[in-house]
């Protein structure tokens, strides 16, 4: 535990071996520990908690904004309630931890740890809605949730506990409802976009894609640098499917008694991380956006024993007067050498680095490094704040210019299968039959065949096909998009 | 649900029929349904949860300023860490959730959910920590536990789902542990006291009430309206009793290898909230202290048709205004009459009231009203800012004095058994034989007799002894407080 080596062990390389490379990240960042012993669950280290405390206030802010309130609901979900609509305990019943016995006691009815909380909070809304006059009713909570996945799990990504936000809505009519899945598409742009700077794709889900229980179901998809797909937030519209079995009723102004229109919204900020550890990592570790950086600034004085104190002294106000400005910094005065307290904040992420040397003390400036372009530039004492600031937000903005422009280039057309048959990842661009029934025989081959998923066709843009679904030859009625998944 | 009438519904009276009063407050401002179909769980309306959001805010800044760092465990406990520590295990078993199928399949060992996270935590400790350049650790999690309460459930004050942080330490030494505890007493009067204005004493709990596995356990404990004492953050030292069965050990600068000192602390949020409705509520409702209202001020219009505008024009200027400048505001513009909006805000316990007629549009004014003392002032436009935050300030420090002295008129001394026998409730200071396990036959003997509980010995004053112990009359050994219980 003495002196520690001038550099971090080398992490694999982050395209060539992803897997590897991502979970080396996460444990080496110190953004989670995968030992506990209960496999599928994480223990959630300071690095990863500071962070997504951060990108939890950014998000409630932004659909407070729009008119959410938050909510508690409880973590368990009786039985009863779970079973109320048919099509989502199907869905979901595979999946559920249930809760059986309390002390050395049988419990007289189970209680599913919650998969997702339509279940608890609807039968609340049949009581809580009665007029007009109480809709829309938009709410939402930010908790855990807990399913028993199959699959094989990996942080951050999938796993058996994970954090998300999930927002509930009830409007008195249809319209009000796809209205609101604009607008959660749209709260997704500004929050997961132009905040973490994951970039991505708004789909309507085929029909055997939905979420159990929806009308229709719409998905923001990123990619992960191995070119798969991975599901961020998903908007659905739950029609009268849930309000009917739950007796949600109300009032209208016109005295008549009618059936609300839902929709929910589930934003992971669990899975975020994933996304920005992914995309906006390189070869040497994390790149956190500068707004939700655990430590925005670092601060590594250099020094020989003789100038040690005005060195450190220096460094220890310039900490002091960040901290003072709203700024989260942090000055590395362990005994590790420089060139090794580098590596190690740059393996964690951090974006600003403030050098500063005896040079530095005598000039009155620091050095300034970026963590995303590795480019150094002095700053005089008086402008660190501003600078500080000014390039974190400059970072921020390249740190999305560049993911934004991964993710376009990885976007292809195909018009014939055999095009499909290649490594190659990304989406892949298709004229297709149907996202109805119809044209689950032709997804089923095409995923059998190739691993390639059918992801949907666009929300967020209008495209007409042009010839015929390159699965079955029939005149396609649809632009899908088809990517191998997480 | 047309126009409602001019008041609501009178309340109980709070002094008279508080466990009334308290249940009617907590359903009618909207604090938590209690309808939820699972007993002793709570579902939590956007008046608790953003109230609760701000104080989670104040406390976890205070534990952040001391060093914590957050940190976000599994809410699952396997069996066998649950076992490692024989008095803990004892201590909770039989109030422990367990889960145990996945879906239609048996889990192959049964998971807790976590009634408390020691043991999650400290096998993770027993990782992390390998030299004394790991310590002190310092880590909090603000999270829920599930406890199958079997004494009868009240909302905010005992369930079964409860809303806390708890921070788990580790120190080399003793000593350090021992200034831990007084630090973490120091929090509890920084915040819960200074903040939420929630009077107390600190105690060191008797050896038979100690947290299961600690060493000694130090409790702050506050009142009721009704005379019961409620305790509120409690703080233990747990010495080598969790670090020997877990493995925890460190190599110090003297290179011996040695078994650490731990501390745990753990503040309810959630019951603080009690005590928050409990003491600073009145007849008409809920009092929130300033900084943790949901809404601080509410402005209500008064107006006639024909000046409407002009009014309601104003109202959302004052909003726009208060808000730009961080403050909860809110316009009430509903159809319901000023005398019901008056009761009603005033119900929900909301700082300050900004009226709004055509007099104060005429005189380039409003009337502020202040919730605490009811007291109105006329304040002119350009000063409503500043006014509305410094009422809101001697709001909160008038709220403090109130509850302090009424907390400390609360305490009575005894010298004799006959004088335990009076309805009236409160602390009770009596002489004392011991709170070592020989003092339990007599504390046995006053709880049976008299209903009333040994709570401790003053951990925040020093406190002789005079004479004997009220009631074996041996020569007492401690100077103890008695209450009835929740």
């Given at each position: 535990?003495?002196?520690?080596?001038?550099?971090?062990?080398?992490?694999?390389?982050?395209?060539?071996?992803?897997?590897?490379?991502?979970?080396?990240?996460?444990?080496?960042?110190?953004?989670?520990?995968?030992?506990?012993?209960?496999?599928?669950?994480?223990?959630?280290?300071?690095?990863?908690?500071?962070?997504?405390?951060?990108?939890?206030?950014?998000?409630?802010a932004e659909l407070e904004r729009r008119g959410h309130r938050p909510v508690w609901f409880p973590a368990v979900?009786?039985?009863?309630?779970?079973?109320?609509?048919?099509?989502?305990?199907?869905?979901?019943?595979?999946?559920?931890?249930?809760?059986?016995?309390?002390?050395?006691?049988?419990?007289?009815?189970?209680?599913?740890?919650r998969p997702t909380s339509e279940t608890a909070m609807y039968k609340m809304y049949s009581l809580w809605i009665r007029s007009w006059r109480d809709l829309p009713l938009k709410l939402y909570q930010s908790c855990q949730v807990w399913r028993h996945e199959t699959k094989s799990t990996r942080p951050f990504?999938?796993?058996?506990?994970?954090?998300?936000i999930e927002a509930h809505d009830?409007?008195?009519?249809?319209?009000?409802?796809?209205?609101?899945?604009?607008?959660?598409?749209?709260?997704?742009?500004?929050?997961?976009?132009?905040e973490f700077g994951i970039p991505y794709m708004a789909f309507e889900r085929p029909?055997?894609?939905?979420?159990?229980?929806?009308?229709?179901?719409?998905?923001?998809?990123?990619?992960?640098?191995d070119g798969r797909a991975v599901q961020q937030p998903s908007t659905h519209l739950l029609g009268q499917n849930f309000a009917k079995p739950f007796g949600i009723r109300f009032r209208d102004k016109d005295e008549e008694e009618k059936i609300p229109?839902?929709?929910?919204?589930?934003?992971?900020?669990?899975?975020?991380?994933?996304?920005?550890?992914?995309?906006?990592?390189?070869?040497?570790?994390?790149?956190?956006?500068?707004?939700?950086?655990?430590?925005?600034?670092?601060?590594?004085?250099?020094?020989?024993?003789?100038n040690e104190e005005e060195v450190v002294g220096k460094?220890?106000?310039?900490?002091?007067?960040?901290?003072?400005?709203?700024?989260?910094?942090?000055?590395?005065?362990?005994?590790?050498?420089?060139?090794?307290?580098?590596?190690?904040?740059e393996l964690k992420g951090v974006p600003i680095r403030l050098e500063i040397g005896m040079r530095e003390v005598g000039n009155g400036e620091v050095t300034l490094a970026r963590r995303d372009t590795n480019e150094k530039k002095r700053i005089k004492d008086k402008d660190i704040i501003e600078s500080v600031k000014n390039e974190g937000d400059a970072m921020t903005k390249h740190l999305i210019e560049k993911a934004d422009k991964w993710f376009r280039s990885s976007i292809r057309e195909a018009r014939h299968v055999h095009e499909l048959d290649v490594k190659e990842g990304g989406f892949v661009k298709v004229d297709f039959c149907s996202?109805?029934?119809?044209?689950?025989?032709?997804?089923?081959?095409?995923?059998?065949?190739?691993?390639?998923?059918?992801?949907?066709?666009?929300?967020?843009?209008?495209?007409?096909?042009?010839?015929?679904?390159?699965v079955c030859g029939k005149k396609a009625g649809v632009v899908v998009y088809l990517a191998r998944q997480y």
């Open positions: 535990m003495d002196k520690k080596e001038d550099a971090p062990r080398g992490l694999k390389h982050r395209k060539e071996s992803f897997s590897e490379w991502f979970t080396e990240v996460v444990e080496r960042a110190e953004l989670a520990d995968l030992r506990y012993n209960v496999k599928g669950f994480l223990v959630h280290r300071p690095w990863s908690v500071i962070a997504m405390k951060g990108m939890y206030r950014l998000y409630e979900i009786p039985r009863e309630n779970f079973e109320i609509e048919s099509e989502h305990v199907k869905g979901f019943t595979p999946e559920v931890f249930w809760v059986t016995h309390a002390g050395d006691e049988e419990l007289a009815e189970k209680l599913a740890l990504i999938r796993g058996r506990e994970f954090y998300w009830v409007f008195a009519t249809r319209e009000e409802a796809e209205a609101q899945a604009r607008e959660d598409m749209q709260t997704t742009e500004n929050v997961m976009h132009k029909e055997w894609d939905k979420f159990a229980g929806a009308v229709r179901t719409y998905a923001a998809d990123t990619l992960m640098p229109w839902q929709t929910c919204y589930g934003p992971a900020i669990w899975r975020m991380v994933a996304s920005i550890v992914a995309v906006h990592g390189d070869d040497k570790g994390l790149v956190f956006p500068y707004k939700i950086a655990p430590v925005q600034a670092v601060i590594v004085p250099i020094f020989k024993k003789e460094a220890l106000r310039i900490v002091k007067e960040l901290r003072d400005s709203g700024i989260r910094a942090q000055a590395d005065l362990s005994d590790s050498t420089p060139g090794w307290k580098f590596n190690e904040w996202i109805d029934r119809a044209g689950l025989a032709c997804a089923e081959n095409i995923k059998e065949k190739y691993h390639l998923h059918v992801r949907g066709r666009r929300a967020d843009a209008e495209e007409k096909p042009a010839g015929n679904c390159i």
